[in-house]
């Protein structure tokens, strides 16, 4: 596999690579490039082959649109790039942004059809151009009908102001909801699902993976190496390190928990096996997933992203893919068994009965 390994995103005619270029650290947040640094990332996925840039407006405050924007201009490769960006954030109070003071604008974040049409507009101005590839919904705000937000995303694809939209962090529902509001409409519809998913983060399995199958969405998992975590820079006994994991992040303490620290010790016993960097095995273990079709890598220096790149040359054993699979099964609850193989035994007799689309994930 390369960068150029190119295929659909969900059931859709959107063609992105393997790998999506994430562009968090672009502009100067707390885990920020500056200018030279991020036009250096992105050159550097773009002379990879790599097509997908993946933006937010709320990223260092819009600078991450800016740069981005501004890249892809002076490149002339508005055409090649899938541009992808987000709304949703209300950037008064989102915690990736430094000012959470004071209670902003409330139509200023969500996924009401004021906000959208509001930060579409900013996002336009600040990427310089005139439609986006790719509209994703940041975050469901937990009140907008889902039939609102299909009805504006959609009446925007029609408009031309963007090709395609999107669900980040929703529960499996929304989508699910979404996918049928828009073809009993017949209107367009979400074509992919952005979640947090790695080897430590496989809850989403359970309903978020069947929901996008079932409703033509591509699965494209962020934070694959958990925030730094599944770099293996962090150690048991010293947690201290520069990295977004030390002091205050989104992720807090979550990641440094013992089934976590097992299964990056599982991961590393692979890497030494094969002489790779863990984080490679641990992107190489998340490439192989079924559902999934483009990954998010963020990067604050080139190297970064060029060991990240490496990850898609590395094929890893049906044998280590197991003992990754077992050292990182998600505690089974009562939603997942609903899927499971065992419970399809029980209702045929005993009998491993196959379906159509097992090829597609069911574990």
């Given at each position: 596999m390369s960068l150029t390994d190119f295929r659909t995103l969900g059931r859709s005619g959107l063609?992105?690579?393997?790998?999506?270029?994430?562009?968090m650290t672009f502009g100067l947040g707390e885990w920020g490039a500056d200018e030279t640094s991020s036009r250096a990332i992105f050159d550097a996925y773009r002379e990879a082959g790599g097509n997908f840039v993946d933006t937010a407006d709320i990223y260092s405050g819009g600078q991450s649109e800016q740069l981005v924007g501004k890249f892809i201009a002076e490149a002339g490769l508005r055409d090649e790039i899938v541009l992808a960006t987000k709304f949703g954030f209300n950037g008064s109070a989102s915690p990736l942004t430094a000012n959470q003071s004071s209670a902003g604008n409330p139509n200023a974040g969500g996924a009401g059809a004021k906000n959208i049409h509001r930060a579409l507009e900013g996002s336009l101005k600040r990427l310089g151009t005139d439609y986006i590839d790719l509209y994703w919904m940041h975050i469901w705000d937990g009140v907008t009908p889902i039939g609102e937000i299909v009805q504006t995303l959609g009446d925007l694809v029609r408009s031309g102001k963007i090709r395609y939209y999107g669900f980040s962090d929703m529960p499996a529902w929304v989508g699910s909801k979404a996918a049928t509001i828009a073809a009993e409409r017949g209107v367009p519809g979400p074509i992919a699902m952005q979640l947090e998913y790695s080897l430590v983060a496989r809850d989403v399995e359970a309903e978020h993976f069947p929901a996008a199958r079932d409703g033509g969405m591509g699965i494209m998992p962020w934070s694959p190496l958990a925030g730094g975590f599944l770099t293996g820079k962090y150690q048991r006994d010293d947690t201290s390190d520069t990295g977004r994991l030390?002091?205050?992040?989104p992720f807090?303490?979550?990641?440094?928990?013992?089934?976590n620290w097992k299964i990056l010790s599982a991961a590393e016993s692979i890497a030494r096996e094969i002489e790779r960097p863990v984080a490679q095995v641990a992107l190489a273990w998340t490439l192989a997933q079924p559902g999934v079709t483009s990954t998010l890598v963020g990067a604050s220096k080139v190297s970064q992203l060029e060991s990240n790149v490496a990850a898609t040359e590395l094929d890893l054993s049906p044998d280590q893919l197991k003992r990754l699979d077992d050292a990182s099964a998600p505690t089974p609850g009562?939603?997942?068994?609903l899927t499971s193989r065992d419970t399809r035994r029980m209702v045929h007799g005993g009998h491993a009965v196959s379906g159509w689309d097992d090829s597609a994930g069911t574990r």
């Open positions: 063609v992105v690579s393997p790998l999506a270029l994430g562009t030390s002091g205050a992040n807090g303490d979550s990641k440094f928990t013992d089934r009562f939603t997942a068994s």
